[in-house]
């Protein structure tokens, strides 16, 4: 009899074990959320994120607690001789929270364990798939991985958060990634409410053959060739319009706009003049 009330708690123990673990991360999210944010720091966000001013007291307030938390939870790497300092771990971490800053519940990118940061554009290694690890010769700005990492090089991601226009942003680009990458896939499409699917896929298939069509037949485009690589480099790419060229892309895109504006959350044409 002994054994098998061991077994039954043990089970039971593993069964709750997932429930028991969001409390706990809840919980302290809640406290480390509850925590003064640097006034430094507001400096940092003043000088390096040109969006910031334009964001509604409310989101700012939730931004810092995002950003808190962000920071609380993932951990910061140099590379290629880069020391990390506060400045850039504060304005990766702002981008990276400006995608979630109207979700109530963000999972704050679960499978993102550290940032890499190189001083400027690198130069990947990778295996060539004979055991033998090569330099790439295009250098990188960026790159998501769904094992834990995120590369970015800091000149780059400063980059395009002052010059917050232009339609460009690797932190939002990669984060982008990271939030797609959620269920394992790199598919072009991430987490979604329930029945979010279908809308989903028929806009974003519809507009991915737009753009096609548009660089075959030599049209006007407000969506970056880059983005027809494949689908989720697609999403990664009008993310980055969607909050620095909202304006343009609700314009050219107003459906897509829509799907996008559904599942962040806000109206960022609302944040500019
Ligand atoms: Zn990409």
């Not at 993932?74 to 800053?101: P, W, Y």
């Not at 250098?139 to 460009?168: C, F, I, N, Q, Y």
Request: with cysteine.
């Amino acid at each position: 009899m002994f054994p098998f009330i061991i077994i039954g708690l043990v089970a039971l123990l593993v069964l709750l074990f997932p429930y028991l673990l969001q409390k706990y991360r809840s919980a302290r999210r809640k406290k480390i959320m509850s925590e003064p944010f640097p006034v430094i720091w507001i400096s940092i966000l003043e000088s390096n994120i040109s969006l910031y001013s334009k964001l509604p007291p409310e989101i700012q307030k939730t931004l810092h607690q995002y950003i808190l938390v962000f920071l609380a939870e993932k951990k910061f790497e140099g590379c290629g001789g880069q020391d990390v300092s506060d400045e850039m771990r504060v304005t990766i971490a702002a981008q990276a929270c400006l995608l979630l800053v109207n979700n109530p519940n963000p999972t704050f990118y679960p499978r993102l364990k550290t940032i890499l940061v190189y001083p400027s554009a690198y130069k990947a290694k990778r295996n060539d798939g004979f055991g033998k690890i090569v330099t790439e010769e295009i250098a990188r700005l960026g790159e998501s991985w769904t094992r834990g990492d995120l590369v970015l090089a800091w000149d780059h991601a400063k980059h395009g958060a002052v010059e917050h226009m232009d339609g460009h942003n690797v932190v939002y680009h990669e984060f982008a990634h990271q939030l797609d990458q959620e269920d394992g896939e790199a598919d072009g499409a991430p987490i979604l409410k329930p029945g979010g699917y279908a809308i989903w896929v028929k806009v974003f298939q519809r507009e991915y053959k737009k753009l096609l069509l548009a660089l075959q037949h030599n049209l006007d485009h407000v969506i970056d060739e880059y983005g027809s690589v494949n689908p989720a480099e697609f999403f990664a790419v009008v993310t980055e319009l969607f909050f620095e060229r909202p304006w343009a892309l609700k314009n050219k895109h107003p459906e897509l706009y829509r799907v996008l504006e559904d599942y962040y959350g806000c109206d960022p044409v609302e944040w500019f003049d």
